[in-house]
């Protein structure tokens, strides 16, 4: 099983819902009004965050040195980037994640069928969003939880990551919800 990230651009006032969209662009048949994204950049980005990639005319392969350090195949139109993560740790996929978001896309989860348009950049100060209703969301029992803003992983012990009820990435408020198991 893989876990895949699409990440695009689109015209503001392109109506359609992004499953259409996602679905749309994996059958090769990307609806007008998406627009062309910095593909080169981003694809150098990979390939300088993952040393070891290899890149041929329409695909990035990488492979961890380490079984745990996982692996992903990154395709790309003119107008969109598509990530297939095989037990790709958190860390990982959240660098994929802040590459698509510096040239200016938004992910698409197709997993929970959200597209994450809160407007995040890496490293936004906490005071760039007002504040918000916080967002509850679930510890697991190993600390870690996903910000429903962003999607990044992340332990919320770790106070680079997680301080004073926001999620410093985006700065979403959240309420955590640690559960007895
Ligand atoms: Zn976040």
Known sequence: MSYDLYFWRQASDLALPPAEICEAIASNNPPPGLLVIDVETALLRIEQAFPGSSRSSHQVVWQGNDPRA??????WSRVHIYCECHQLPAEAMNQLIDIGIAIDCKLYDPQTAIRFDGSTTPNDAPAY??????????VGPDGWTRCPNCRRRFKVADENVYKDGRHTKCGQTLALIHRAY
């Open 70 to 75: 996982g692996s992903f195949v990154v395709g």
């Open 129 to 138: 969003r007002p504040v918000s209703t916080p967002a509850e969301v679930e």
